[in-house]
């Protein structure tokens, strides 16, 4: 049997945390998937899931090989694009979604550059803050911040993105300058939340003695756009938390003033997802591959801009 369909079923298994889920993606039966995981777990000499008749689980040999694994099969992936002539000419339409304040300042800036360079493929970008489903919407990849939810799905990482609390001077004069996340309790004071759907309470990750503690802060205003927070924020009617990137060139000009330095937000992981495919697209991975390096690039500038800590 083949090493690599060894490789491709563990990997399956891993993301999905059962073999009968593995094994219907797979479009194989439950003992060839089981069969293939003891296979390859005899060849590496380790055992690679924990198996009980409710729960399994990766080892630390399965955790440590994962990683080589996916690899080892985008690798392969790359390599059969190569020589079936898709991976240099790209074609077809590209359904991308993202954040509206990354998608804005991140994404869309750079789309042009991307279909200069590939002709004959179109962008379909679509910006919304609120959590999109690949499958259902038929979407290709997904640029997000946070953790994703859905384990079924494959992420690359691209960064992890510094925030900041920030508000208008106008606002600092009024209500004062909250020097830790207590004074944000303690003194009161107006916090811009983005609500996402099914959000029961604000809680701001804030770094504090070493370890991420999480504030309950309160506040009248609150909105599914980030960028109408930034608008808030402005106008002095509060305190919003953003990604550095959002709100360099504001900070930059002395237009939004960081507060609560004593205790920093926790940095916020930037990644893409995508399904996974037995053969992923050609031109999905080149748009990944394109906007990875740039966004990259966008996000050490605008700290650099802001003139906050790396």
Same mark, same amino acid.
């Not at 080589?68 to 690798?75: H, P, T």
């Not at 004959?120 to 946070?146: A, I």
């Not at 939340?193 to 029961?200: E, K, S």
């Given at each position: 049997?083949?090493?690599?369909?060894?490789?491709?079923?563990?990997?399956?298994?891993?993301?999905?945390?059962?073999?009968?889920?593995?094994?219907?993606?797979?479009?194989?039966?439950?003992?060839?998937?089981?069969?293939?995981?003891?296979?390859?777990?005899?060849?590496?000499?380790?055992?690679?899931?924990?198996? +009980?008749? %409710?729960?399994?689980?990766? *080892?630390?040999? =399965?955790?440590?090989?994962?990683?080589?694994?996916?690899?080892?099969? @985008? #690798?392969?992936?790359?390599?059969?694009?190569?020589?079936?002539?898709?991976?240099?000419?790209?074609?077809?339409?590209?359904?991308?979604?993202?954040?509206?304040?990354?998608?804005?300042?991140?994404?869309?800036?750079?789309?042009?550059?991307?279909?200069?360079?590939?002709?004959?493929?179109?962008?379909?970008?679509?910006? +919304?803050? %609120?959590?999109?489903?690949? *499958?259902?919407? =038929?979407?290709?990849?997904?640029?997000?911040?946070?953790?994703?939810? @859905? #384990?079924?799905?494959?992420?690359?990482?691209?960064?992890?993105?510094?925030?900041?609390?920030?508000?208008?001077?106008?606002?600092?004069?009024?209500?004062?300058?909250?020097?830790?996340?207590?004074?944000?309790?303690?003194?009161?004071?107006?916090?811009?939340?983005?609500?996402?759907?099914?959000?029961?309470?604000?809680?701001?990750?804030?770094?504090?003695?070493?370890?991420?503690?999480?504030?309950?802060?309160?506040?009248?205003?609150?909105?599914?756009?980030?960028?109408?927070?930034?608008?808030?924020?402005?106008?002095?009617?509060?305190?919003?938390?953003?990604?550095?990137?959002?709100?360099?060139?504001?900070?930059?000009?002395?237009?939004?003033?960081?507060?609560?330095?004593?205790?920093?937000?926790?940095?916020?992981?930037?990644?893409?997802?995508?399904?996974?495919?037995?053969?992923?697209?050609?031109?999905?991975?080149?748009?990944?591959?394109?906007?990875?390096?740039?966004?990259?690039?966008?996000?050490?500038?605008?700290?650099?801009?802001?003139?906050?800590?790396?």
């Amino acid at each position: 049997m083949s090493y690599l369909d060894n490789i491709r079923t563990f990997v399956r298994v891993y993301e999905l945390g059962s073999m009968s889920a593995a094994g219907r993606d797979l479009r194989i039966s439950p003992a060839l998937t089981s069969s293939r995981i003891s296979q390859l777990e005899e060849k590496l000499s380790v055992r690679l899931f924990r198996r +009980t008749t %409710r729960s399994l689980t990766p *080892t630390e040999q =399965g955790k440590a090989f994962y990683g080589g694994a996916c690899e080892v099969l @985008d #690798s392969v992936e790359a390599a059969e694009a190569q020589v079936i002539n898709i991976t240099d000419n790209p074609k077809g339409s590209l359904y991308v979604a993202a954040p509206l304040g990354v998608g804005r300042r991140l994404i869309a800036p750079q789309v042009p550059a991307f279909l200069e360079k590939y002709p004959e493929v179109s962008v379909r970008l679509r910006l +919304t803050d %609120r959590k999109v489903d690949l *499958t259902t919407e =038929g979407l290709d990849l997904s640029f997000f911040l946070g953790q994703p939810e @859905d #384990s079924t799905l494959r992420i690359r990482k691209i960064a992890d993105v510094e925030r900041v609390l920030c508000a208008s001077s106008e606002y600092i004069e009024a209500r004062g300058m909250p020097q830790t996340g207590a004074d944000l309790i303690g003194e009161g004071h107006e916090c811009l939340n983005l609500r996402f759907p099914g959000a029961t309470e604000f809680q701001w990750p804030l770094r504090a003695d070493g370890a991420i503690r999480k504030f309950s802060v309160q506040g009248r205003y609150e909105s599914d756009d980030g960028d109408v927070l930034t608008d808030w924020a402005l106008a002095g009617h509060g305190i919003a938390m953003k990604p550095v990137f959002e709100v360099a060139e504001h900070i930059a000009a002395g237009r939004l003033v960081p507060v609560v330095k004593q205790n920093p937000p926790e940095p916020i992981q930037m990644a893409c997802l995508f399904t996974h495919r037995r053969r992923q697209d050609p031109k999905a991975r080149l748009f990944m591959d394109f906007m990875i390096d740039r966004i990259s690039k966008d996000i050490r500038n605008a700290t650099i801009q802001a003139q906050l800590p790396r």
